[in-house]
């Protein structure tokens, strides 16, 4: 048996579907609401040269943690320009973070086992991230951050981490056409197996 838990920090939509398996409840959002997730709130700081995200476990925060639907206004983000709920499929997508400077972090977690009456468990998402490029030093950054990793050994899966941190180079990043200090890259697949 073998437990998987998704960290997602810094993201600002996600929707989730697993392919050929049954999904773990609300993995995609499709309740409408966080139940099965873990939300947190936090802050980051810069040490020793390193962004560190400092997170405590909480309910779904107002403005930090937020279930988008179609009835979701604007309907469009303001600096991509591309819809803020994932065209890919399902009703629901989530938005974490928002306009304000600070230091904030959110992040949501989600814990599930991967089945082992099957071959190939493949877990495939869409994401979205938009994020400020302020031009600090690296340490103190915007970031984007999204690990997955096996509860019982620690082992980080390595294929399906990704961290972002807000800078003019990033690929598959544009600079906002409606505030060139904003950088986002529009919805994109990606798969855990």
Request: net charge negative; charged share 15%; hydrophobic share 30%.
């Amino acid at each position: 048996m073998r437990r998987i838990t998704l960290t997602v920090l810094f993201i600002s939509g996600m929707t989730a579907m697993a392919f050929g398996q049954t999904c773990p409840p609300n993995i995609d959002f499709e309740t409408g609401d966080f139940s099965s997730w873990e939300c947190s709130i936090g802050t980051t700081t810069a040490a020793n040269g390193k962004n560190q995200i400092n997170l405590t476990p909480s309910p779904p925060t107002k403005s930090r943690h937020e279930i988008l639907t179609t009835a979701s206004m604007p309907t469009l983000d303001k600096y991509g320009r591309f819809p803020r709920l994932c065209p890919y499929g399902g009703k629901y997508s989530v938005q974490l973070g928002n306009d304000v400077t600070g230091a904030q972090a959110e992040g949501l977690s989600y814990t599930f086992i991967v089945p082992t009456t099957v071959d190939t468990f493949t877990f495939t998402y869409y994401y979205a991230v938009v994020f400020e490029d302020p031009g600090h030093d690296h340490s103190e950054q915007p970031r984007f951050y999204f690990t997955a990793y096996d509860v019982l050994t620690g082992e980080v899966i390595n294929c399906a981490s990704y961290d972002y941190v807000a800078t003019g180079s990033i690929p598959g990043f544009e600079k906002s056409p409606t505030n060139p200090g904003v950088l986002f890259k529009k919805w994109s697949p990606t798969s855990l197996q």
